[in-house]
């Protein structure tokens, strides 16, 4: 294994889209190679070493290639996006896309995250310490395919639109999150341990949420149909089950209409 | 001033229109046009081992409009789907920014067909009422000359009218209506049935009823024949069929192209079929379900071969994840059924409706292959090339940046056998179709006559477009073709069909090593009818924006100022 290490040396006057700090276009490379990998500020091509400082050769592959940012990266777009393996480690906050298209590896950032963090993610790890804002592990705007694997999980709490369209993988958020939690969803789960203001699977056809807490406002296209003991990230605990959305197409197995499935923790 | 005068030295010339072909020779253009011979201070471009052709002419493409724009709306996963947007070719080279698949922008429609050495290209439906939205589009996409066809076929004043069997009166509206939309000819879409749709309804069969109006598809089409040839307009009825894209709808289509039978052209334009016919092989197909579809090529262009009277376009499937769009509301309806993706749908008053939704012909599919083969296979059943046009009815069956691929296709049974081996049920598939048997390769200038002198000739513009005769517009491609010595390599086709060597657009160079030099100077092309006063016609009009309409007539009329480019196509009508 290798470690490339960034340390951030000026902030960008717009923002950096970092696409090429993933341990793919890194491997093979001398720290001096990837000091000259392109981004782009706002039109203006520019490179990895107009705001970083490199030190460290990649690894050959990128399995064998660790990137370690020392530094805040709030300006900093697409950290680890399609990545497919090796890790990506953001010692500060990252901006939007951070490990968006992401078939493998693990990212992960003891800050906070921007919008779109996980974006039609396929596989892989992503973990935040802080907080994430809005569309994590979401579809691309206008389309239908979300999600596909990979685990996500949020330490702090979450914005809108979490996992728009997923199709599979697990979302993790520790504490709450805001409206809009796997709508449209076809597969996947999703676990929020806080609170959630409302529209939980909203247009949701299959897939699994669990709410630790409390839901504020809940769908009406739900429906209460018993209660029941699970095992939500290795904890046992007693969930009413719902099913739903009622309103929205369902596919069948085995003779049974399957839907979506909400299980919200029961009153002690 | 640079010289006006341009000459394209030593190419093999592939000119049908002049039944040229692969001779070697020189094409010389002065001020834009096309001439004998130009003085010595010409710019000369070097052509030697390449090949030359006219500008192409695309007879049917969804390229501006309210629906166009629908589409680009409700899909911008399409623009992302299209790739790095940012340092494209043109922009590289301090163009307009290109983006889009699908659904291209209007600077990435104009110079993609540029790129491909296209010099006109005919939007294929215009909703009346929206027809300014469509023509601002139309300025906006540089290089390429346009026009657009308004669609009659569920007009109310059309199904009025013809019910009754004024062909008089419909022709003096239709002429009306071209004025006032600044509009090409005469389109019509599932006729009756998008009227229909208005009642949830639709009509599939040639005899079903349009409900409210006491009229059929047999009378609309018919009538809308007779009063294309009353008017002689350069084009002909370009028709988009009833019960399109169902299984066992090509008897369906037989039965409406021998409506033809009835009517003889009478124009001024050298045009001799009385009906274009198109996107044939959304309306080629056997079977009683999805499950026995099977092709219908051989059946319909078994008929095409026979009557002289009508010209179609293919409207090739290309495996592309695509957006369709038609005014054949019902349809779109029927799509997003089958396959569940998001879907808009318009009303446009007394005039049409539209549809769109997206999708995605996946290889891996059955139906999907047995279309692509039904496209083909109507090409190379076909006798007279000069009558079968290559589309993909942009968006529809695939994007127009396709049309290289289509013609390796066209070119190449390696190619074809190629993308049948791909096919995960390709036994199925040959059982199903015709493709697999068929040895035709066709000839660069068989792929000239349905790209070029063809299409032109259809639309009544052979005068203008899509051949190299001194007098014609100064639009020339040069291919990197070597004419004596076609490449093995199938994809050497389709690369140089993709990006010209050089294109040449009302004689100035705007593409150059397959990339954008020039903006151009794109014209908008429109007909205007002149018949005689009709006062009837003229009251009924007058009557229906005052009853019926939600705009007033003085804002309906496409203003001069939306086509500030015009290639004005005068008809005299007598009485
Ligand atoms: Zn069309």
New binding site residues.
């Given amino acids: 294994m290798a470690t490339v290490t960034l340390k951030p040396i000026k902030t960008p006057e717009l923002i950096f889209e970092g696409y090429s700090i993933t341990p793919d276009a890194f491997a093979g490379k001398t720290a001096q190679q990837i000091a000259g990998l392109t981004g782009h500020e706002g039109k203006i091509v520019t490179t990895i070493g107009d705001f970083f400082e490199v030190s460290g050769n990649a690894g050959e592959t990128a399995a064998d290639t660790d990137i370690i940012i020392n530094g805040d990266c709030a300006r900093v777009k697409y950290i680890g996006s399609k990545m497919t393996a090796g890790s990506v480690t953001v010692n500060g906050n990252a901006d939007m896309y951070l490990g968006g298209w992401m078939k493998g590896g693990k990212i992960y950032v003891t800050g906070n995250v921007d919008s779109f963090c996980g974006i039609q993610m396929q596989g892989g790890e992503i973990l935040i310490d802080g907080d994430a804002k809005n569309h994590v592990g979401c579809a691309y705007r206008g389309d239908w395919r979300g999600m596909k694997g990979g685990t996500i999980r949020i330490r702090g709490s979450a914005g809108n639109d979490i996992g728009t369209f997923m199709l599979g993988g697990t979302i993790i958020i520790e504490k709450n999150a805001f409206i809009h939690v796997a709508p449209h969803a076809e597969g996947g789960t999703v676990i929020i341990k806080g609170d959630v203001e409302g529209r939980v699977g909203g247009q949701m056809v299959k897939g699994d949420m669990y709410v630790l807490g409390k839901i504020k406002f809940m769908m009406p296209g739900y429906q209460k149909v018993g209660t029941v003991e699970k095992e939500v990230d290795g904890v046992t605990q007693t969930f009413d089950h719902y099913i739903g959305d009622l309103g929205e197409r369902h596919p069948k197995s085995k003779g049974q209409i399957v839907y979506a499935n909400l299980y919200l923790k029961a009153a002690a | 001033m640079a010289s006006r005068e341009l000459i394209i030295k030593g190419g093999f010339v592939v000119d049908p229109a002049r039944k040229i072909d692969g001779d070697v020779g020189d094409v010389a253009i002065k001020d834009g046009k096309i001439v004998e011979k130009v003085s010595s201070s010409a710019k000369v471009i070097d052509a030697k081992g390449k090949v030359v052709m006219a500008g192409g002419v695309d007879v ?1 493409s ?1 390229v501006a409009g309210p629906k166009v724009n629908a589409g680009r709306l409700m899909r911008p996963e399409d623009k992302f789907r299209a790739g790095i947007v940012r340092g494209n070719m043109a922009q590289k080279n301090g163009y307009r920014m290109e983006s889009g698949f699908s659904i291209p922008t209007v600077f990435k429609t104009g110079y993609e067909y540029a790129r491909m050495g296209y010099s006109f290209v005919m939007e ?2 215009m909703p009346p009422l929206l027809a300014p939205h469509v023509h601002e589009e139309i300025h906006d996409t540089p290089i390429i000359d346009e026009a657009a066809l308004p669609v009659f076929g569920n007009n109310w004043f059309v199904m009025d009218y013809l019910k009754k069997g004024e062909v008089e009166n419909t022709a003096a509206y239709i002429a009306w209506l071209l004025r006032a939309t600044k509009g090409f000819g005469i389109k019509i879409v599932n006729p009756g049935g998008t009227a229909a749709w208005g009642w949830g309804l639709n009509c599939i069969a040639l005899d079903d009823p349009v409900p409210y109006f006491e009229t059929t598809p047999r009378q609309i089409i018919t009538g809308l024949m007779k009063a294309n040839e009353y008017l002689g307009l350069p084009h002909s009825i370009h028709i ?1 069929q009833n019960d399109l894209g169902n299984p066992g709808n090509y008897q369906l289509t037989i039965d409406s192209l021998k409506l033809a039978e009835q009517v003889k052209p009478k124009n001024k334009f050298g045009r001799e079929q009385v009906m274009h016919s ?2 044939i092989q959304f309306h080629s197909y056997k079977g009683t379900g999805w499950a026995d579809f099977e092709s219908g090529a051989k059946e319909v262009m078994d008929y095409v071969n026979r009557n002289k009277a009508i010209t179609v376009d293919l409207g090739c499937v290309t495996f592309d994840e695509t957006t369709t769009m ?1 005014a054949d509301g019902p349809f779109e309806h029927h799509l997003r059924g089958l396959n569940h993706l998001k879907w808009a749908n318009v009303d446009v008053e007394l005039e049409t409706a539209a549809g769109v939704v997206p999708y995605i012909y996946d290889p891996n599919v059955k139906v999907c292959d047995i279309q692509w083969a039904i496209g083909l296979e109507l090409a190379l059943f076909a006798q007279d090339m000069s009558r079968t046009f290559v589309t993909t ?1 942009h968006p ?1 069956a695939g994007p127009f940046t396709r049309y290289p691929r289509v013609i390796k296709w066209l070119m190449s049974k390696k190619a074809r056998e190629a993308t049948l081996d791909s096919f995960r049920h390709k036994d199925k598939v040959i059982d199903a179709t015709h493709i697999h048997g068929i040895d035709r390769e066709l000839t660069l200038f068989e792929i000239a006559q349905m790209t070029r002198s063809g299409p032109a000739k259809c639309l009544g513009l052979g005068a203008y477009y899509g051949g190299l005769a001194p007098g014609m517009l100064g639009d020339v491609m040069v291919l990197d073709l070597n004419y004596k010595d076609m490449p093995k390599d199938p994809e050497k086709i389709e690369a140089a069909f993709q990006r010209a060597a050089c294109f040449v657009k009302s004689g100035e160079i705007v593409v150059r090593d397959g990339e954008v030099v020039s903006n151009g100077h794109k014209k908008t092309v429109w007909v205007n009818a002149k018949v005689p006063e009709n006062a009837q016609v003229k009251r009924d009009i007058a009557q229906s924006f005052t009853k019926d309409y939600t705009v007033d007539l003085i804002n309906y009329v496409v203003r001069d100022y939306l086509a500030p480019h015009p290639m004005v196509i005068d008809v005299e009508v007598e009485a």
Wanted: aromatic residues 0%.
């Fill in positions: 049917h969804h294929a439906a988009h198109t996107h038609t009815d529809n």
